[in-house]
């Protein structure tokens, strides 16, 4: 798996990042865009750049360096990684698209990005107005709009260089070419016709080198998380409604299988199942939120629900798959008793099997753990495969019938579902009626 990018706007940025974040042990590549709404687009197009156009999709890739403050409570050295990006033209109005980043902190703010320099009081104070942004840079906006296109991890983690109050001055903005680098002549000229610049350069140096120290630090502590190996455990299912015990189960084989994340995938239409489903997809997608809420790492995924026409898992594997950058080892489908009975009806099953996710089966009444293990190893080993590797697929959990029907069954009766169903879902079907 490749090691996480690190972008800088400017070649100051980049170095002090890449010498904090590598004295903390951290292992990653690194790159200066330049600077400006334009800078990332230029370096991704760049015949040079090919760091860009070998990120797949899943790469982690982290736009950081300093910003301007508008929020008054932050001060020099604050560190905030982007809760949402909002774009604002040349005017700070201007209507732009906004981007909710993949990867934070768990301190965040609004960043805006602008198209020209805001850097005196009276502009920031403005921009914060318009915007409701606690921070100000110029390139996170068109990144964020990159890293959307390429499908990577994204974040962008910033820290105050000047706060809300203090302007910078003009000639100082000047002195940073596209490119990211100090133009030296102009900053020698500079000095040296105005001698009294140098305390205001040699403040303002102080002020960017401490925030970048306490950046990197903030860049470590995320960083080391993104090093954790990272497995992912895939359900699907009708969800009509979501049982109790479908949170429960999922929560525990995550947890047996060492899967940080998990993924819901509530179904479209299956092939393989007859009839349609009692509430519609929008019904079922809020009833599995609901139910699957407190699973650690959960992420409801309507990929499936918004296909038209049939939906097969091994097309879904392969989006997640190159989405992820993950291997086969990295994905873990999760199937109950009765699917892994009839997986070699599902659609290029040894492709799955062999080559997109590892599968781990569930037990289900009238068959105990044991007694699932012998008839798998049985029907694979009958169908030229390995019996073995399918009978350790099996879970050792207690067999627990999750009858969708039963609940619906009992609703249509005015009984009780209480022990069927979490409290939220039972509260949001007898909102809605359904099943009654």
Not at 381 to 394: I, M, P
Request: a neutral charge; proline letters at 5%.
């Amino acid at each position: 798996m490749l090691p996480p990018l690190i972008l800088a706007a400017t070649h100051f940025e980049l170095r002090a990042i890449k010498s904090g974040v590598g004295n903390c042990g951290i292992a990653a590549d690194f790159a200066c865009i330049g600077v400006g709404p334009g800078a990332i687009w230029r370096w991704a197009e760049s015949k040079k750049s090919t760091i860009a156009n070998d990120s797949p999709p899943g790469r982690t890739v982290i736009l950081a360096g300093l910003a301007g403050a508008l929020d008054p409570t932050f001060t020099v050295a604050t560190v905030r990684s982007a809760e949402m990006i909002v774009g604002a033209g040349a005017d700070y109005c201007r209507p732009n698209p906004s981007y909710s980043p993949t990867l934070r902190s768990a301190r965040t703010t609004v960043i805006a990005s602008v198209d020209k320099t805001c850097a005196d009081e009276s502009s920031k104070k403005l921009l914060r107005d318009q915007t409701g942004a606690g921070m100000v840079d110029m390139e996170s906006a068109a990144f964020a709009s990159l890293a959307t296109q390429r499908g990577w991890k994204w974040g962008v983690f910033r820290a105050v260089s000047d706060d809300s109050a203090t302007d910078i001055p003009p000639w100082i903005a000047s002195l940073a070419r596209i490119d990211g680098s100090i133009n030296v002549i102009a900053l020698a000229t500079s000095l040296l016709t105005h001698p009294s610049r140098i305390a205001k350069l040699a403040a303002i140096g102080a002020s960017a080198r401490h925030a970048i120290r306490k950046l990197c630090l903030e860049l470590a502590v995320i960083l080391s998380k993104c090093d954790q190996p990272q497995r992912t455990l895939i359900f699907g299912g009708t969800f009509d409604p979501p049982h109790r015990r479908h949170a429960q189960m999922v929560a525990e084989a995550a947890n047996f299988l060492g899967c940080n994340r998990v993924i819901i995938l509530p179904a479209g239409q299956s092939p393989l199942r007859g009839g349609n489903a009692a509430a519609s997809a929008q019904q079922r997608l809020a009833m599995a939120t609901l139910a699957f809420s407190k699973v650690p790492g959960v992420v409801i995924d309507s990929r499936e629900m918004n296909r038209s026409g049939e939906s097969f898992t091994v097309d879904t594997l392969r989006e997640i798959a190159r989405e992820a950058g993950a291997s086969r080892n990295d994905l873990v489908l999760l199937i109950g008793a009765d699917q892994a009975l009839q997986f070699d009806r599902w659609k290029e099953w040894r492709e799955i099997d062999h080559k997109l996710a590892t599968i781990a089966v569930v037990p289900r009444p009238p068959l105990a753990a044991r007694d699932l293990s012998a008839q798998l190893d049985e029907k694979f080993s009958r169908l030229g495969e390995d019996g073995e590797h399918w009978e350790k697929s099996v879970l050792p959990f207690e067999a627990v019938d999750l009858s969708a029907t039963e609940i619906r069954s009992r609703l249509r009766s005015g009984q009780n579902i209480g022990d069927l169903v979490s409290p939220e879902v039972e509260a949001w079907i007898r909102q809605y009626g359904l099943y009654a």
